[in-house]
């Protein structure tokens, strides 16, 4: 049997460039996305073979939709050697939270706490697979990190002390640290959650499980469908700034081979890593383990979203 990879929101952009290079790879590709119909199109549309890919539905936006993807999963009998956290939604415009049917705030619920819960409960998965090199890879950004140039435009992630998630993380309260909401604050700060997870992962299990635990920045795909809720002349200027001016712009094609390689590629399984390329693509660029934020890098603070995080997705 081939390798299986679980990839989130393979329907599009990085994702649907990831599960393209992993199925050349000879990997077993299983899509984790909310629209069936639009990821078989998008899995055809990049000449992914029928018989290395399946879609198993789940939205991301509701927990409950989680525990029933373990279960459709767990039903295909397929053994799992890898995840690959992908799926995100960024909706910079918003005025008003919106939730999820736990009563969450969307963006946090989408691409964190899913995320925390999915990987939590795939693990006892992952432990049964007898394959060599078991991983799972989280999808970083540069904005997460305000020490990077391409994370200092404001407003800036803040975490606090986590006194939104210890307070329920229910209405009033849609931030992490309970101050007002802030939509493209709540989209980095998702992304430090889902380092700080990466990091935890590593911390808790990469020892008794032997699975490489990884994040990565793959460059700035300043064309994918994730600028959609952005204004149109934004969506029109950004990949041209990021292409001309930052030359931090690389092809969807290009990110999907960088989640590849670390998901499969030996010099890859460094657990606890985090990929980058750097903010300015050269030419044959190599690859580098990047420092992660403050906040990102902080022990206690990792601990502390963990436990909290645990007690909001019902794990404990
Ligand atoms: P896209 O918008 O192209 O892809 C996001 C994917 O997530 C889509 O497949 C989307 O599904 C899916 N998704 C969103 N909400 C849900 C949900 N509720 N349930 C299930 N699936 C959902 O974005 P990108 O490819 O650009 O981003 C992918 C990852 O890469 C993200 O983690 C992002 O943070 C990261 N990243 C992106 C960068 C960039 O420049 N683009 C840079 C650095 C990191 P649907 O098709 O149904 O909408």
Redo the contacts with the bound molecule.
């Keep these: 049997q081939l390798p299986t990879v679980i990839i ?9 460039w990831s599960a393209k290079a992993l199925a050349n790879r000879g990997w077993f590709i299983v899509m ?4 069936v119909d ?2 078989h199109k ?1 899995a055809e549309s990049v000449g992914i073979a029928k018989d290395r890919y399946e879609v198993i539905q ?5 927990l409950v ?1 989680v525990r029933e993807f373990v279960a459709k999963f767990r039903a295909t009998g397929r053994s799992l050697e890898a995840i690959v ?6 909706t910079p415009l918003l005025k008003e939270p919106q939730r999820s049917p736990e009563g969450f705030e969307l963006t946090m619920t ?2 964190h706490l ?1 995320h925390f819960l999915l990987v939590n409960l795939l693990l006892e998965d992952m432990k049964k697979s007898t394959y060599g090199d078991r991983r799972v890879v989280i ?5 997460h990190n305000p020490d990077e140039l391409g994370g200092k435009i404001p407003p800036q992630p803040d975490l606090g002390n986590l006194e939104g998630f210890e307070k329920g993380f229910k209405p009033p309260i849609s931030m992490a640290n309970g101050k007002k909401f802030e939509p493209v604050r709540a ?1 980095k700060e998702s ?1 430090v959650c ?1 380092i700080l997870t990466m990091r935890e992962l590593h911390r808790r299990f990469h020892e008794s499980t032997g699975i490489t635990f990884t994040s990565l ?6 064309d ?5 809720n952005h204004y149109p002349l934004f969506q029109k200027l950004f990949p041209l700034f990021q292409k001309n001016i930052t030359k931090g712009y690389v092809t ?1 094609e290009l ?1 999907g081979e960088r989640v590849a390689a670390v998901v499969a590629d030996p010099e890859y399984r460094q657990s606890g890593a985090y990929w980058s390329w750097g903010n300015r693509q050269k030419k044959d660029g190599k690859s580098f383990v990047q420092t992660v934020s403050p906040q990102a890098r902080d022990d206690a603070r990792a601990e502390k979203m963990w436990d909290l995080s645990a007690k909001l997705v019902r794990l404990v």
């Design positions: 989130t929101g393979a329907s599009s952009g990085v994702g649907l984790a996305c909310r629209n639009k990821t998008a789940v939205d991301l936006g509701s939709s956290v992908n799926a995100a939604i960024y989408t691409n899913s999808l970083g950004t540069v904005t989209y992304k889902n920045y793959p460059g700035c795909v300043a994918t469908p994730l600028f959609r969807q990110s």
